[in-house]
């Protein structure tokens, strides 16, 4: 097999140098912990790689890397997360972002053209990070495929396409139109499955569409700077340079020399590195003095084969060793060799995603899993499959088993791991000859919150058996079976159940009996979470590895039984899911109306395809002014604690530090203020009592971000509690202390009816049932970030990515203690809010503005992704209890909820929590409803809005109670919801006038739509009989309807009309992804189209939305509560109507003598004419500002009862937007909204420590939804209802709703557990079994598989055994 040789001579080299985009940088000084990230945002013009999380774990940052193989003659290119390249390693590479793809100067790339097209871009965050994905899918299809394709179209398939993006994160698009935006490259595509896109129309011929998707041509499209490279480095250039303590010997010699030479004495620290994915990880703080560089020590990246197995070079990339294995596998086709390779190759495919596997090496993951005790997946396979490694220890090479490398105490930073070894495996051979029936049985398992990868396992095995089969049955020669990330050390081999096993024929007996030693074996170590499913798991892949060996009676057994048990070509309910399928297909219906042209179009979003390149300029892209500081956040770890001092654990203060921040600082005049809202200001500093884990105590400024980060880690606060009340930190503490905010009478929501006469109706009752719902984090992939600018006279500008500008400039005048006309915020995009960017937004930029006022510079903050899930709050955690009667038939007769609501420590938003959770629980007639709902106040970070707060935990929890009404009935939950479905009457009762006419109650229009659309009675009847005849797979149907009450607001609008008829507009709406620009364009270009000239019909395309100036734009108020979209429209309309007033009678002039009128004549008359062209207004909604939205979904999932992995089949969703002012933006809001839902109801754990300091803190801990997790066949109709006249240009809301509706995946999912517990029970299992169970939010693996029973297996045996006695 060919190795990665470097028969040319390298060139040693004392200067980094390597291209971007095209352009060569020569660095001469450099600290070597520098990334390729930092040094591209803050050393290039390069905006487009964002940092999301700089760990690995998003792919905001992903930049191509191309290399010329000087042996190969060719370059190698490959995508890598920036975040963790370090600058070094890229020596004498080729780096290309996505601007330099393709640009708005030199034309745009088709990739971005499609990304556009295809509304796959919402706040544009992540979006250049996929575009590098698909760009190097693209690139690796046109290497490795040869076949021809039809123009236009990469060899590239749909499955390449879908998976090129599961390792990258969004947050705002639900993913669906991002893969329709990769598949519609692919050879092997079909037009028809593709969603709504600008490109062409419904019914357009295939030829048609083709030609109107933007060209491309694999040719034209390579990587540009090939030419370049090929001149500049025809050798391998290495860097060796004592200036920045970076070495790259490329001999072991060499790097003995190195290791063993005055470079590493007197104590210095070194790092041995190949791709620095650890880091993602361990996220050291420790500086290390030396860098070795490994990749170029030739054998450390070879792969030997001869005929006692394959040896693969410890730097490799796990991504070639994937290659090499498949290869393998293609020509090891005995023994079962192929079946290993095949499996390993299988299983490393989940480990990350493709662009670490890119640069993360095998050595890598193995020195962290011996040194570490990383919960490696590598470590576990390699230990079943008797693997050995070389190593360099000291002076000396050694070779040793890898289970003895496994059990050595931590390696020492100066030992190399050489290579490791994997045997080609043979059966057993019996004297001397193999036996005639023998068989290799192998299999690798793995159960981890997302199937495709990027999340590690729970618990990983790996299990390699040596059968043979007689007339008696299968016997075990000998068996390894290797078990890890389940909270040991590192993975272990369950001995005991190997040497049980060894020698025995298979019945379920044996089977039974391992199990049980397996359960002695498998035992997490304390404080790891989670343990009995971890070790519930271990029983469930052991079970699946050899059940259907166990088959019953031993005349069953024969040779082909065996084969096919061998070649694992099964695909029973029991087997893991290989290669789970993406996305099957994707409906959307949308319509569009034309009375508001161009309001109504489906127009691509304002900017997509310069968010795509990567020239959207968001915060942290603005270039920092000379002389510019940068902070980061010091926060308390304790809750409720004086802080005593803060010192840094190195002496002097750690490097760059500029000055560090606190009350202290906050000038004569000014106040400790680092927020306002609604309901008072908030602090910025602790001062001296920290309140609670994650309040800021300090604001650490240094010259770089990465300084100010570092220092603000290794700073060291003194607490003391001496004389302080414990905190409270729980709903029940609360209510002890009478902990409360108050809600003001006017955001009390309305009970409805006498609750004792209600429950007097009923046949049965439930009385106090518990519910506790969690928190969830928002995770906009941009963190709160903003940049401060001291001005003239003691003025401020302070750019913020917020949702409320207004807020902030007061915040930040008190803070000071200036006037207000002395600030200006100014803020373009955010990179997403959801709720997130309004009180904590304004805490990191009064943070910037006060030290820029102290220090008279520039200070900027971008917090990392640990610190923003600390301070964020997120979603309020609540504890529900209620009493609910009920008649036989399922109607409710009366509810009463006393619901205790953790608000956290400041109000923030709380109050208008209670109205969220009422407005969006009426949804069914309860016939009375009562309720006390208190907001406890409590030693957390302060909860806040998130998008539908309240609402979606009032609608989970209207639906949680309908289930447990309907299974202490034994009825199908459908039918209760049915009768308990609001007349129209009832929903004027409960919703007065929000309720709008009865011609706008399309609910029950909706209901029965979705039924049909979805073949919903059909797919009862197909789920029962699938679940009659799976035992290990179990699916659920739900339909479930949405009620959501929104209000308008307040908001200010400036419309100007320049000289050459170009428009440019403000509003006080601000774009966080979710089109608001978009639809504020074409409703000026509709209202000032009413002047009805010449030329207006393509008015919209004059107009432009420009940034929120708070100066410029006063009054402009929140963009939250889904309404801000349309009451801006609102406001610029009237601004029109002001300017077409202005303009009528100078056009009716102008008509009578000139006939007709060009909009651009108009407006050059109206300027010399003295026209005013600026129009202000002040949008505030009379009357009845609330209005009700209606939608309703029916979702299928299939739960494996064995790991509590819950797959999405099918949703269809209906959701009426009154008439869309743009049905694309819409359906993108709609989709997005529903999978962060999916991400609340079944992924995300947004869990604190006892201290309430949060632990889920990283993409390590946090799971949000990624493409494999979200439906794989997702159909959407925006429904254009028309009947809303009294809306804004008719249209309604959609930002939020839909985000409820993901309940239904929760809803079905319960109902597949059911089906699970009827068969536990019928298994003799007792405890379990009870239908009224409550499913857990979020229903992650270990919650789903607890109710499916953490025995199953177990129960299972059990009850096969007491029926056949074997
Ligand atoms: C987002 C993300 C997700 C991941 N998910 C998984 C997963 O699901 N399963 C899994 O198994 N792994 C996972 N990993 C781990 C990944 O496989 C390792 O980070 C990677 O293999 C390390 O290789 P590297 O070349 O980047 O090592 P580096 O980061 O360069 O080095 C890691 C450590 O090993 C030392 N080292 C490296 N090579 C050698 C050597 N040859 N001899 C001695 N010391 C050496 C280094 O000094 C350092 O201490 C994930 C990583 C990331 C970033
Ligand atoms: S920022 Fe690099 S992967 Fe997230
Ligand atoms: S568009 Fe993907 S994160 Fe916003």
């Known amino acids: 097999m060919e190795g990665v040789k470097n028969s040319v001579a390298p060139t040693p080299s004392d200067c980094l140098v390597f291209d971007v985009n095209g352009e060569t940088f020569e660095v001469t000084e450099i600290d070597p912990s520098t990334t390729l990230l930092e040094f591209l945002r803050t050393r290039t013009p390069f905006k487009s790689v964002k940092l999301g999380c700089g760990e690995g774990g998003c792919g905001a940052c992903l930049v191509l890397l191309s290399k010329y193989n000087p042996v190969l003659k060719q370059i190698e290119s490959y995508t ?38 295809f509304h796959a871009s919402q706040c544009g965050f992540c979006t250049p990070g996929m575009c590098m994905s698909l760009f190097s899918a693209l690139a690796n299809a046109e290497k490795s495929h040869c076949s021809q394709t039809s123009p236009g179209f990469s060899t590239l398939t749909v499955s390449e396409a879908e998976k090129a993006i599961t390792g990258n994160l969004c947050r705002c698009t639900g993913y669906r139109p991002i893969a329709d935006a990769c ?45 370049v490279l090929k001149d500049e480095y025809k050798s391998t250039r290495i860097l060796n340079v004592k200036k920045y303590s970076w070495y790259t010997p490329v001999t072991i010699e060499e790097l003995r020399n190195l290791l063993h030479s005055g470079i590493v004495e007197n104590g210095a620290k070194i790092k041995l590195v190949v791709g620095n994915t650890g880091d993602g990880y361990y996220k050291e703080t420790e500086k290390y003095d030396k860098y070795i560089d490994l990749r170029y020590i030739p054998e450390l990246s070879v792969v030997k084969k001869d005929n006692s197995g394959i040896e693969f070079g410890a730097a490799l990339p796990i991504s070639k060793v994937i290659i090499y294995l498949k290869e393998e596998s293609k020509s090891n086709l005995s023994s079962g060799g192929d079946l290993v390779f095949t499996r390993i190759a299988d299983h490393m495919e989940k480990i990350a995603s493709g662009f670490i596997r890119n640069s993360a090496s095998l050595g890598g993951n193995l020195v ?134 060894a020698g025995k024929k298979l019945s379920v007996r044996v089977l039974d009996e391992a199990v049980k030693l397996l359960k002695d074996a498998v035992v997490s170590e304390d404080g790891t979470s989670h343990p009995a499913y971890r070790k519930s798991l271990a029983v469930s892949f052991l079970f699946s590895f050899l059940i259907d060996l166990c088959g019953g009676s031993s005349k069953d057994l024969n040779e082909s039984l065996l084969e096919q048990a061998a070649k694992s070509n099964k695909d029973t309910d029991t087997s893991p899911m290989r290669n789970p399928p993406l996305l099957s297909s994707a409906k959307q219906v949308v319509e569009s109306s034309k009375d508001y042209h161009p309001v109504g179009e489906p127009m691509p979003k304002v900017g997509a395809a310069i968010q795509a390149s990567g020239e959207a ?113 729980t709903v029940e503490e609360a209510v002890k202390k009478s902990s409360f905010f108050d809600v003001p009478p006017h955001l009390c ?166 109205h969220g959770i009422i407005t969006a629980l009426k949804k069914y007639n309860w016939g009375v409803l009562s309720f006390d709902i208190k907001l406890c106040k409590t030693n957390h970070s302060s909860k806040s809005a998130m998008r539908a707060p309240g609402d979606v935990q009032g609608s989970f929890i209207a639906e949680a109670i309908l289930e447990r009404v309907a299974s202490m009935l034994s009825m199908e939950v459908d039918s209760v919801r049915n009768i308990n479905f609001h007349t129209y009457d009832s929903l004027k009762l409960f919703y007065a006038d929000a309720a709008g006419d009865l011609i706008e109650y399309t609910l029950p229009s909706i209901w029965d739509k979705v039924a049909s659309s979805s073949g919903f009675m059909q797919n009862i009847a197909n789920i029962e009989q699938f679940n009659r005849s799976s035992i290990w797979r179990k699916r659920g149907v739900s339909r479930v309807p949405i009620v959501y009450q929104v209000s308008l607001g307040k908001v200010p609008a400036k419309v100007s009309i320049l000289w050459d008829g170009s428009i440019v507009v403000e509003v006080g709406g601000i774009e966080m992804g979710q089109g608001l ?204 209802s028309g009947h809303h006249q009294n809306r804004i240009l008719s249209s309604k809301a959609c930002g939020e709703p839909p985000l409820l509706m993901a309940v239904s995946v929760y809803c079905a999912t319960r109902a597949a557990i059911n089906e699970a517990r009827k068969q536990l029970k019928s298994w003799g299992a007792v405890e379990g079994t009870d239908p009224t169970f409550l499913l857990d939010v979020p229903a992650t693996l270990p919650v789903v598989k607890q109710l499916c029973g953490l025995n199953a297996v177990e129960m299972y045996l059990k009850s096969r055994l007491s029926h056949s006695g074997s």
């Open 617 to 729: 300029v968001y915060v942290d892209d603005i270039p920092s002014p000379p002389n510019c500081l940068h902070g980061a956040l010091i926060c308390s770890t304790k809750p409720l604690v004086r802080v005593k001092g803060i010192s840094f654990d190195s002496k002097p203060k750690p490097s760059g530090v500029a000055a560090v921040i606190s009350t202290k600082d906050i000038p004569e005049g000014g106040e400790n203020i680092g927020g306002t809202a609604f309901f008072g200001p908030e602090p910025l500093f602790a001062g001296d009592i920290a309140r609670f884990a994650g309040d800021v105590i300090a604001f650490v400024v240094a010259d770089t971000q990465m300084h100010a980060n570092f220092a603000a880690t290794t700073a060291h606060v003194d607490y003391d509690t001496e004389g302080l009340d414990p905190p409270i930190l």
């Open 183 to 227: 598949k519609s490259f692919a050879a092997d595509v079909d037009l028809e499955d593709l969603g709504i896109n600008a490109f062409w129309q419904k019914g357009d011929t295939k030829e048609v569409k083709v030609s109107k998707l933007p060209a491309y041509n694999p040719q034209d499209h390579t990587c540009p700077y090939t030419e």
């Open 1077 to 1280: 620009w978009t639809k504020v364009k074409q409703a000026t270009a509709y209202a000032l189209s009413l002047i009805q000239c010449d030329g207006t019909e393509d008015l919209v395309e004059k107009v432009r939305v420009v940034q929120s100036d708070t100066l410029s734009l006063v009054q402009g108020g929140m963009t939250s509560g889904s309404t801000s979209s349309e009451s801006s429209c609102a406001a610029v309309r009237q601004c029109c109507n002001i300017l077409v007033e202005r303009l009528a009678s100078l056009k009716k002039t102008l008509q009578e003598k000139v006939g007709s009128v060009k909009w651009n004549d108009l407006i050059l008359q109206a300027h010399n004419h003295s026209i005013n062209l600026a129009a202000h207004s002040y949008f505030v909604p009379e009357g009845s500002t609330s209005y009700l939205n209606y939608g309703a979904v029916v979702s299928q999932v299939e739960v494996n009862v064995l790991t509590g992995e819950t797959t999405i089949l099918r949703t269809d969703m209906i959701y009426d937007c009154g008439q869309s002012m743009n049905p694309a933006v819409d359906l993108g809001q709609i989709e997005g909204a529903f999978v962060q839902g999916l991400g609340f109801f079944m992924l995300e754990e947004y869990l604190a420590n006892e201290d309430g300091l949060m632990i889920t803190d990283s993409t390590w801990t946090y799971k949000i939804p990624t493409l494999d997790t979200i439906p794989k066949q997702f159909n959407v109709e925006v429904l254009n």
């Open 749 to 914: 929501p309305k009970e409805v009816g006498d609750f004792s006469k209600g429950l007097a109706e009923a046949d049965h009752k439930i009385l106090s049932a518990e519910i506790n719902l969690g928190s969830q984090y928002y995770f906009y992939m941009e963190t709160q970030t903003a940049l401060a600018i001291p001005d003239e006279d003691n003025s401020m500008v302070v750019y913020i990515s917020i949702q409320c500008p207004e807020f902030a400039h007061i915040a930040i005048a008190r803070c000071l203690g200036i006037p207000e006309h002395n600030v200006r915020v100014i803020t373009r995009r955010l990179g997403g809010g959801f709720g997130g960017k309004i009180l904590k937004a304004m805490t990191v930029a009064t943070a910037c503005a006060l030290a820029a006022h102290k220090l008279r510079r520039p200070v900027r903050s971008y917090l990392d992704r640990k610190t923003d899930m600390i301070i964020a709050g997120g979603r309020h955690p609540m504890k529900i209890t209620y009493s609910v009667g009920f008649k036989s038939n399922g109607k409710v007769t009366a509810l009463h909820l006393d619901i205790l609501i953790n608000a956290g420590i400041s109000e923030d938003v709380s109050p208008f929590m209670p």
């Open 368 to 501: 962290m899993a011996q040194r570490k005790n990383f919960p490696s997946d590598i470590a576990t396979i390699l230990l079943a499959v008797g693997s050995s490694v070389s190593m360099l220890t000291g002076n000396k090479q050694e070779k040793i088993t890898f289970e003895e490398f496994l059990y050595r105490p931590p390696i020492d930073p100066k030992d190399v791991l050489l290579g490791v070894h994997i045997p080609f495996l043979e059966p057993t051979r019996i004297h001397g000859s193999v036996q005639s029936n023998w068989g290799l049985l192998f299999e690798t398992y793995r159960a981890a919150p997302r199937p495709l990868g990027n999340a590690l396992p729970y618990l990983n095995a790996a299990f390699l058996a040596d059968i043979c089969c007689d007339k008696n049955g299968i016997l075990v020669n000998h068996v390894r079976l290797a078990f890890g990330a389940y909270g040991t050390k590192h993975a272990t081999r369950a001995r005991k159940v190997e040497e049980y096993l």
């Open 80 to 117: 890598g997360s920036s975040c963790l390249t370090l600058l070094c390693s890229v020596n004498g590479c080729s780096v290309t972002t996505s601007e330099g793809l393709g640009n708005s100067k030199d034309g745009f790339h088709p990739i971005h053209q499609r990304f556009a097209g």
